[in-house]
């Protein structure tokens, strides 16, 4: 099964495709509803944007403007924060409703008003709006306080119009910060160090034309692999970079599936019963958090006592309410989920509170016995390209119901 384009970072690339004078063509960007929303956002900025399917979306910012990003696209995602620094490269002034995103937690946006500041900006939060000002944005030393994958990324955008240069220290090293750091050198940008927890970034006063294939998503090819592994299933993944799925395929071995990868496929055999593992979320290269979810789901099953500490989001333990509607014995303590592992899960109606409690859900009706319900499915389609269908090739029983067939 092949997996799409990955949703941190096209919602990443298209505002980061804004920063170039010309046409940037972006390819594997997977067809998701926080891609629509930005699509819609950079429509009201003025620029063209195309998308002739496939995965191609070709932006052109010849007619971009700095206008007010309405409050009611902005809050429909996280990722909406990047336009800041983009607009305030380009304009000097930029005027964007506050980012919503998943209810994981209180997730705020201070590093990045620092990352902004330390550049020259003024920035102000107020009526539920970012205004943020800047005669021309300056290089500058950027410290950031936690390691933010949204501020680092956040921070190489604008830098990359600044005057000067930027360096990022205590960066984050995700590659879907890399992945970025690769379109703005491809437009004609000087980003050096991405990766690592040092970023430097020299500013150019023009960027140009660019071709951009998105990475392969990590955390869908995650959520399969835990789905294989959760029903006993044999499932191979493809057209991914298994370098940025090392500690998923070590969590899995420990848990009992059996797992073969090359440098661009993983394939999983999941055991009768998982075994109890230990997992803590730490920033990449450690455990993923947006895999924490179903990884729980995994572990509801497991023969022992897991443990799983979520060291990233302060609430993003929403899903184990639901699981235990499915007969889960799972504790929450603090930012730890102790789960007594239940030889059998029992189908039930849930609800989904978040994009990868979604996910989470549908990897434990998988595993069930009996039909699962799963309601808040528009969660799902915020982050995962068609993830049904994807299921149902690889042998799921899993279909969408329509809203009013539901009982
Ligand atoms: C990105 O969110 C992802 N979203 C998240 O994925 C992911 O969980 C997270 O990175 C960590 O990998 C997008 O890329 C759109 P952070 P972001 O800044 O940028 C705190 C998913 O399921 N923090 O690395 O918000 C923050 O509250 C989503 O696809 C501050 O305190 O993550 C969190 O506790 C969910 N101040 C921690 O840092 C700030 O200014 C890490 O957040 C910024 C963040």
């Not at 959520?223 to 899995?252: C, N, W």
């Amino acid at each position: 099964m092949r997996v799409s384009g990955r949703k941190n970072a096209a919602v990443a690339l298209i505002p980061a495709a804004l920063l170039s004078d010309e046409e940037v063509v972006l390819e594997n960007v997977p067809e998701i509803g926080d891609v629509a929303t930005y699509l819609e956002i950079l429509d009201g900025l003025g620029a063209e944007v195309a998308s002739p399917g496939g995965g191609v979306v070709r932006i052109s910012p010849r007619r971009l403007g700095s206008r007010p990003v309405p409050e009611h696209l902005a809050k429909q995602m996280r990722a909406s924060y990047y336009l800041l620094g983009v607009l305030l490269g380009r304009f000097g002034e930029a005027d964007v409703g506050l980012p919503g995103g998943c209810d994981i937690g209180s997730r705020p946006i201070d590093q990045h008003v620092k990352a902004l500041a330390a550049m020259g900006a003024t920035v102000e939060i107020k009526n539920g709006r970012v205004r943020a000002r800047a005669e021309r944005l300056r290089g500058a030393r950027v410290y950031l306080d936690i390691v933010s994958v949204g501020a680092t990324i956040h921070a190489i955008l604008a830098a990359s119009r600044a005057e000067g240069l930027t360096v990022i220290e205590n960066a984050a090293k995700e590659p879907h910060v890399v992945d970025v750091a690769n379109l703005v050198n491809a437009m004609g940008g000087h980003v050096v160090g991405a990766g690592t927890d040092v970023v430097k970034v020299q500013g150019t006063a023009r960027m140009g034309r660019a071709e951009h294939v998105v990475i392969p998503d990590e955390i869908e090819a995650a959520t399969l692999m835990m789905a294989a592994a959760a029903t006993g299933g044999d499932v191979r993944v493809e057209g991914v970079v298994t370098k940025h799925l090392e500690s998923v395929i070590a969590k899995l071995g420990e848990a009992g599936a059996s797992v073969e990868a090359d440098a661009d496929w993983v394939r999983v055999v999941g055991p009768e019963r998982p075994r109890a593992v230990q997992v803590k979320t730490l920033p990449y290269p450690g455990f993923p958090t947006d895999a924490q979810q179903p990884m729980t789901s995994l572990l509801a099953r497991a023969d022992g006592t897991s443990t799983v500490t979520e060291t990233i989001h302060e609430a993003r333990f929403r899903h184990v309410d639901e699981l235990r509607r499915m007969g889960a014995r799972i504790r929450v303590e603090g930012r730890t989920a102790l789960i007594e592992g239940v030889a059998e899960l029992t189908g039930a109606p849930v609800q989904a509170s978040d994009l990868r409690a979604a996910a989470a859900l549908v990897v434990a009706g998988l595993s069930a016995q009996g039909t699962t319900e799963l309601a808040g499915v528009e969660y799902l389609d915020r982050g995962y390209e068609r993830l049904e269908d994807k299921l149902a090739r690889l042998g799921a029983r899993i279909a969408r119901v329509p809203a009013t067939a539901r009982t």
